[in-house]
């Protein structure tokens, strides 16, 4: 006899199923490089946040492996009980050394870093404004935080100040937090710090920016507020170790005085087991790696510049990233969705990214070009877009 769990779900998913939003998930069958395998077919890849190709890089594994002979295969307790080992002691000076602040704190992913660190600052006396682009995971630790969320048109420093000088002048709130990606993932397009901080100190907003794209690309690798040289505007540097940086976790970079307190109160680190000793060791290789070998970053540059010229050379919107990630912008979303469909079988994974992901009609094919495309994947990746191009009418 079928209970309410099973009629709730068979019928949930069968909605999903004719509304065409229950996604298939491809399996690799070979580490997540430029190329990748997936039913049985070498693709170039052009789908993953790998940046640097740093998810299959030697003197990574090599650092994984070893510190896994040396501590075991994982931490054995939360935080706060006996799971910091000194590994994590160490990741989290190499994580405040390259982000040139005080202190910082690691988390098992960014996600859990968002939601447990937002969380634990804001309440429900506080306000948030909040970009309307911003990640799921920087919405739902807003929503977890019980504050009053107030969305900001995304970019929009004017639309920022009305907010922040309304919310300021309501004498509702005990605190007021500006939160925002630094780069933005569908788009590249990166959040106007210099204009953000002048707002912030005039209306004493706290600043909370995620820099899940930006650390390992913008900055010399070192992330978006430095880029700008804001390291000591900005109250909450946030990211994450799963995309250029290789690996997995993430983290809360800032003053000695806030790690303390998240320490304290931040729910994921006192009640979720520590990142894997091989997972911290893992990092911090890696960020030794981006801190001592600069031409790293210079060649995800260099390649995302040449790919995206050839792009709009062959005439597509490309619409307007600043950053490494390269959407194609066809518009129609069934198009889009036949348009990745082609690419597949011609030998290109990039994936579709259509509502509710990003506004109607503005359907995309997400291209991520990383360090370790040679020019001969990009051209053939381009040769692909070409044809498939042409034959949907689209150049
Ligand atoms: N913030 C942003 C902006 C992201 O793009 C992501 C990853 N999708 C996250 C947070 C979550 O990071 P993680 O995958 O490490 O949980």
Redesign the pocket.
Known sequence: MANSLDKFLSSSLSDLKSKGLLNSIDTLQKPNGPIIEVNGKDLINLASNNYLGFADKAELIAACVDATEKWGVGAGAVRPINGTLSIHDQLEKKIAEFKGTEDALAYQ????A?MGSISAVMDKNDAILSDELN?A??IDGCRLSGAKIIRVKHRDMADLEQKASEAVASGLYNKIMYIS?GVF?MDGDVQDLPSVVKIAEKYDLITYI?D??GSGVMGKGKGTVKSFGLQDKIDFQMG????AVGV???YVAGKKQLIDWLKARSRPFLFSTSLTPGSAAAVIEALDEIMNHPEYVEQLWDNAAYFKKKLSGLGFNIGKSETPISPVIIGDENKTQQFSQLLLEKGVYAKPIVYPTVPLGTGRIRNMPIRTHTKEMLDKAIDIYAEVGKELNYL
């Open positions: 992913s960014g996600f859990n968002n990640h995971s920087i990606d993932s995620d899940a794209h994450t170790l799963s995309k997995v976790g993430g």
